[in-house]
């Protein structure tokens, strides 16, 4: 029994000293100057999970104030609703550069969440072995546009929110991505 409680205690004291310690490594990230790269996964659509996925690869540089410029890749796979309830698959490949901001930190520099604006550019195809209705006349474009969104970094966790604005698409100007993902910080 009192094995027991000693295991308790000792397990209890190092999580503890873990946390802070963690914490305080933690701190050192996010300075001026300081490279950061990000992976991430996500869905295309809003919170349906089936309604497409997304990937995201990001890098950036921190420059005063945790701000950063930032360079994104990205690739979507999803299936959109033309007018005619035609169901087709989508691919997008865009490249983007922009800008994200702080809107809130905490003082140990562990939990962020920022606002993003980004221009993109990119590549549309749409399915080339499907049966395309009369809505779709091309089966590839070349895109330009707008993400804008929020991003909570839990330090290295990042969970994050776009409304992406494609103006030059023939199927669907605007749509919603979700996505977590991991902020590696370089030296």
Partial sequence: MKNTKLSKYLSIQIATVWFVFGISANAQNHLKGQRFFEGYLGTVGGFRP????????????????????????SYQLKTSALVDSTNIPQEQF???YGYEFILHRNATRTFFVRGLAQPFAGYESINHDQVISETAMQRSKFLVGLDAGLEVEINPVVF????????????QVFHSTVFVGVRWHGR
Wanted: net charge positive; aromatic share 12%; charged share 15%.
């Fill in 50 to 73: 089936l309604s497409g996925s997304q990937i995201l690869l990001s890098t950036g540089k921190y420059n005063r104030h945790y701000n950063a410029w930032k360079a994104t890749a």
């Fill in 94 to 96: 865009t490249l983007g």
């Fill in 160 to 171: 994050g929110f776009r409304q992406r604005w494609n103006p030059t698409s023939l199927v």
